[in-house]
């Protein structure tokens, strides 16, 4: 079809595919500059590529409409409709479309970015996730969820399938998501597509809140994509379902009329917090069910809080004394405190004023035992305060401030010399290691949508 007829490049590719009807698309090119590399999934719209740019040398994924849908004028609208949803929605969470193509034989298609990892639904195969990775990929779908409902869409076929988890890398250490498939959204103010009462019940069953499952299309909200989330939290705790039954029609009534699964009873160390969070999203009942996905975010995260961060970090004094240590601290710098300053060249020869107070008294010697008295007195002070300030000078190391003078004396020095003593041991001590390690070692509880947090091995599942 399409750029298959451009250019033939690479058909080397295209006997790849093996055995069971190649698809003709793969080795082609599409419009002149996309070479079609290998599929990288299927869904219930569409089929998505990998494709090379052939001037940028670099991949890209592209989407087309399945043939089965190309001649429905709703589907083509819809999937219309997506591109633009998804190129509306830029949101790191989110995935970013990059262009618009119509293969040759009509079908549309567009292209976005490549994703390199796995969806959710593949990463559930090995099983449920530990809390960490659990934490991570909730908030991260979540906050791609809250800036959707605020900019009007609702993106109603929310499931694994449609959450894509690329490697560590892209998401620096930890799980990067990319929410995916706007293919069946609704936009706040936008007239509807689906007019065919066949077509009002839309998404997928398991993950279809009540009012969806009713086919209630004006029923569905916001709220909509809460359930679904309720849902996926679930079957990421678990693994399981919480509407497991096997039928479809089952399911939905079980949805429409009946109670989820026991989260805890699948997942003994669910925290109440989050399995109570978990059951306000799935309720029918309107004064408890969670509507809101920043409410649900939050909630979840608050839930989560205790078993979302890796193990409690060896020393869990990442910050225990550094602040104030950082002021206090005379050691770490030549410029600890403020009191030695005050008085920053006394030993050698007195000060100038000091000086002329000993002339004056000298001059008293003259006229009597008095004066000499005097004299002696004043020249014993200076000796001794000029010993007193040496140790708080920042070149001095701590031993030289245990013979500090008796803290009777003067109140500011006293001040700044008495805390060092003793303390300054404790906080230059730490600075070689475990200062330094515990900085590090905690990673956020929960990454911002920025999401870059620490890399760090999730701790394992407790059964
Ligand atoms: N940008 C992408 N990069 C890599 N893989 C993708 C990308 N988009 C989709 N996929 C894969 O293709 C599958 C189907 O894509 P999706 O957009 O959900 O299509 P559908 O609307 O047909 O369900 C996804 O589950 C995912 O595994
Ligand atoms: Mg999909």
């Given at each position: 079809m399409t750029g298959a007829l451009d250019g033939g490049v690479g058909d080397d590719t295209a006997t790849d595919a093996g055995p069971p009807a190649p698809d003709p698309l793969l080795g082609h090119v599409v419009g002149g500059r996309y070479r079609v590399q290998r599929e990288l999934g299927q869904g219930g719209m569409g089929t998505v590529y990998e494709v090379l740019h052939l001037g940028l040398g670099k991949t890209f994924a592209l989407k087309k409409l399945s043939p089965e849908w190309a001649h429905d004028a709703e589907a083509l609208a819809r999937f219309r409709r997506e591109a633009e949803v998804v190129a509306r929605l830029r949101h790191p969470h989110a995935v970013q479309i990059t262009d618009w193509e119509t293969l040759d034989d009509g079908t549309p298609a567009f292209v976005m970015e490549h994703l390199a990892g796995q969806d959710l639904a593949a990463r559930l195969e090995q099983g449920p996730l530990p809390w960490p990775e659990l934490a991570q990929i909730a908030d991260q779908t979540m906050s791609a969820l809250e800036a959707a409902h605020r900019a009007g869409i609702v993106h109603r076929d929310l499931k694994p399938g449609n959450v894509f988890i690329e490697d560590a890398d892209a998401g620096g250490g930890g799980p990067f998501v990319k929410l995916l498939d706007f293919g069946v959204s609704t936009v706040r103010g936008e007239k509807a597509l689906t007019s065919r009462p066949v077509d009002r019940l839309i998404g997928t069953p398991a993950y279809m809140a009540p009012e969806q499952a009713n086919g209630d299309a004006e029923g569905v909200t916001p709220a909509t994509d809460v359930w679904a989330m309720g849902a996926m939290l679930f079957e990421?705790?678990?693994g399981e379902l919480p509407f497991p039954e096997t039928g479809v029609m089952a399911v939905l009534y079980r949805i429409c009329h009946g109670r989820p699964e026991q989260l805890r009873a699948l997942r003994a160390d669910a925290p109440t917090a989050f399995v109570e969070v978990v059951e306000r999203a799935l309720s029918r009942e309107p004064g408890r069910r969670i509507v809101e996905m920043s409410v649900l975010r939050r909630e979840v995260a608050g839930a989560l809080a205790t078993v979302?961060?890796?193990?409690?970090?060896?020393?869990?004094?990442?910050?225990?004394?550094?602040?104030?240590?950082?002021?206090?601290?005379?050691?770490?710098?030549?410029?600890?405190?403020?009191?030695?300053?005050?008085s920053p060249s006394p030993s050698p020869s007195p000060s100038p004023s000091t000086r002329a107070i000993a002339g004056g008294r000298r001059r008293w010697l003259w006229l009597g035992l008095a004066g000499l008295l005097a004299l002696t007195a004043s020249l014993v002070i200076w000796r001794?305060?000029?010993?007193?300030?040496?140790?708080?000078?920042?070149?001095?190391p701590p031993a030289s401030l245990s013979p500090a003078p008796s803290p009777s004396l003067a109140p500011g020095l006293a001040a700044s010399v008495s805390p060092s003593p003793s303390p300054a041991a404790a906080t230059v001590s730490p600075s070689p290691s475990p200062s330094a390690s515990p900085r590090r070692s905690p990673r956020p509880r929960i990454p911002v949508d920025k999401g870059k947090p620490p890399r760090k091995p999730p701790p394992p599942l407790t059964p």
């Open positions: 990421m705790a678990t979302a961060s890796p193990s409690p970090s060896p020393s869990p004094s990442p910050s225990p004394s550094p602040s104030p240590s950082a002021s206090t601290n005379p050691s770490t710098s030549p410029s600890p405190s403020p009191s030695p300053s005050p001794w305060r000029a010993t007193a300030r040496s140790p708080v000078k920042a070149s001095s």
